[in-house]
């Protein structure tokens, strides 16, 4: 996708916090700065499998990365997600804990509250204008031959399979592993982890990548409601 410019809407959390520190040290970059981080003590072997979540920067999707609508701007999207962010109030989602999702390891929520996938098919629907339809190469980069009836035919209608009632809350913190690997790197980062604050989803951040670059927040709106 050289050349490609997308935008993708995020809850990134807020910088400077524990949980940006944590997950900014694990992935190796800061999406809000766009500067590397150091890894944690014992922890730089993260670098050989952090390398696809490190493009996007610590983050749980709300609106999967997509090109802009033909009739649609940049602008036009901040402005929207700013609006969106303005009349939402915070969102309580409680403790999060490391575990093991499919292949890859994430933050995920003890308890998710039935408001957090509500609002996340909130932001699915709202910002569906600014979506232009999938091309086919994109389509066949999410793999829908490995993909439910149900979730190819999300992929077709909304651009990415894991919305709606397949929405799972989460914050990636590395690639996918090979099985034999997976528990020791959901114990050594959740050891690295420890007991964080519960999480309160209080803001919509607006990213763009550039062709093949990282992902940059262009905006975090707080919520107002």
């Not at 999300?154 to 099985?179: C, K, Q, S």
Request: glycine share 10%; with cysteine; net charge neutral.
């Amino acid at each position: 996708m050289t050349g490609t410019t997308r935008y993708a809407l995020y809850f990134t959390p807020k910088p400077g916090s524990d949980l940006a520190r944590f997950g900014n040290a694990v992935l190796g970059y800061d999406n809000h700065t766009g500067t590397e981080i150091p890894r944690p003590d014992g922890l730089a072997d993260l670098a050989g499998v952090t390398g696809s979540p490190r493009l996007y920067g610590f983050h749980a999707t709300l609106k999967a990365p997509m090109r802009l609508a033909p009739d649609t701007t940049g602008a036009d999207l901040l402005e929207a997600a700013a609006a969106l962010a303005a009349d939402h109030p915070p969102v309580p989602v409680g403790p999060l804990r490391v575990a093991t999702l499919g292949a890859f390891t994430a933050l995920i929520p003890q308890a998710p509250p039935p408001e957090l996938g509500l609002f996340a098919a909130e932001c699915v629907a709202a910002f569906e204008p600014f979506r232009a339809p999938l091309t086919e190469a994109e389509t066949a980069r999410r793999k829908p031959e490995r993909l439910s009836p149900r979730g190819r035919a999300l992929l077709a209608r909304w651009g990415y399979p894991h919305v709606f009632e397949e929405f799972r809350f989460h914050m990636t913190l590395t690639d996918a592993l090979p099985e034999e690997a997976r528990a020791s790197w959901r114990e050594r980062l959740a050891e690295a982890y420890g007991a964080g604050a519960p999480l309160r989803l209080d803001a919509l951040s607006v990213l763009r990548q550039d062709g093949s670059g990282p992902f940059r927040v262009l905006q975090r709106s707080t919520f107002g409601g």
